[in-house]
């Protein structure tokens, strides 16, 4: 499985804008690229995919690189109910349709 | 609409004893997984369902873990002559079909803890 590698974890300050970069250098052709994101004592929610092009959402944007070996999400105003554990997942049909989750981005946002 | 409901919300149990945690999909949503978080980590895979069949078990540590989903609905994660090392996070989460674009809805889990 093509896997992800993102930073442990990140600070930002409220209504600030947030970048969060995850390397995917495996990654194939048929992958997707998935965030989703983990609040406290909570299962984790879907925030935005893509597969080539850039993807904007109500909640996020997602820019991808043009060799698809990286991509960055990007939220426009930090708030902080935007704290939680950000994750990278590249979804391949190949390998069952897992996810694989990682240890994520722990995002601090500071009022 | 309802979401995806996990039951029971906590478990405690002892070394060596049998349990079930259930997953009640949203309505309609064909593919089912399930995942195990441990402290400190992220999700990890332990099975998938389409329909009734597992379409996916690699991700099950061993042969005392086994699900069901008898009626393409709900699911049911078995754990037999539980250990302590199986304390965790259990979460199920749902999805229309299984195709790579698909969002999956995950539940709150069931947190297990085997003393």
């Known amino acids: 499985d093509a896997k992800t590698t993102q930073p442990n974890s990140m600070e930002s300050n409220e209504e600030e804008p947030v970048h969060l970069p995850c390397n995917h250098s495996?990654?194939?052709?048929?992958?997707?690229i998935h965030w989703y994101r983990q609040l406290p004592s909570q299962g984790p929610e879907y925030v935005i995919h893509?597969?080539?092009s850039n993807v904007n959402n109500r909640m996020a944007s997602l820019a991808i690189a043009e060799d698809r070996k990286s991509s960055t999400l990007i939220l426009h105003r930090a708030t902080l109910r935007d704290a939680a554990v950000y994750y990278c997942?590249?979804?391949?049909?190949?390998?069952?349709?897992?996810?694989?989750f990682g240890t994520g981005t722990s995002l601090t946002v500071i009022p | 609409g309802a979401g995806v409901s996990q039951t029971p919300s906590n478990k405690v149990t002892e070394k060596g004893k049998y349990v079930e945690l259930r997953c009640d999909p949203i309505?309609?949503?064909?593919?089912l997984y399930w995942y195990r978080q441990s402290l400190g980590q992220g999700p990890e895979f332990l099975i998938y369902?389409?329909?009734?069949?597992?379409?996916?078990d690699s991700g099950l540590p061993n042969d005392r873990f086994f699900a069901v989903r008898p009626e393409g609905s709900v699911s049911t994660l078995k754990i037999q002559r539980t250990e302590r090392g199986d304390s965790a996070v259990y979460l199920c989460?749902?999805?229309?079909?299984?195709?790579?674009?698909?969002?999956?809805?995950f539940g709150p889990g069931t947190r297990l803890t085997v003393l």
């Open positions: 309505s309609g949503h064909t593919a």
């Open positions: 989460a749902s999805s229309p079909s299984e195709l790579p674009y698909n969002e999956q809805f």
């Open positions: 997942i590249l979804r391949d049909t190949n390998t069952g349709n897992q996810f694989y």
């Open positions: 495996t990654i194939s052709g048929t992958d997707y």
């Open positions: 369902f389409q329909g009734t069949g597992a379409a996916d």
């Open positions: 893509g597969l080539t």
